[in-house]
């Protein structure tokens, strides 16, 4: 039976990190003339959660970036104007 739990040797500390590296990476948006169309953080965080080899529990990492999405959108975050 295949478990969700980091690996034992993980600190708490690596695993609160990459929560906030998630967060962080969610708040990316790419925006053309004043308005945000490309939640770019969040694709490039769901191509890395699929990828990650020591993986969180993927439904937290997803979270983490929809919340993170959400907070990009209302202007916390970083926002690359094309």
């Given at each position: 039976m295949a478990s969700n739990k980091p690996p034992a040797n993980e600190y708490d500390s690596v695993y609160f990190l990459k929560v906030l590296l998630y967060l962080l990476l969610g708040t990316v948006w790419i925006a053309f003339d004043e308005k945000k169309y490309i939640p770019a953080g969040i694709i490039i965080g769901i191509l890395?959660?699929?990828?990650?080899?020591?993986?969180?529990?993927?439904?937290?990492?997803?979270?983490?970036?929809?919340?993170?999405?959400?907070?990009?959108?209302?202007?916390?975050?970083?926002?690359?104007?094309?």
């Open positions: 890395i959660a699929q990828h990650e080899r020591l993986q969180l529990d993927r439904k937290i990492e997803y979270a983490m970036l929809i919340v993170g999405g959400l907070l990009g959108l209302v202007g916390i975050g970083l926002t690359f104007w094309l």
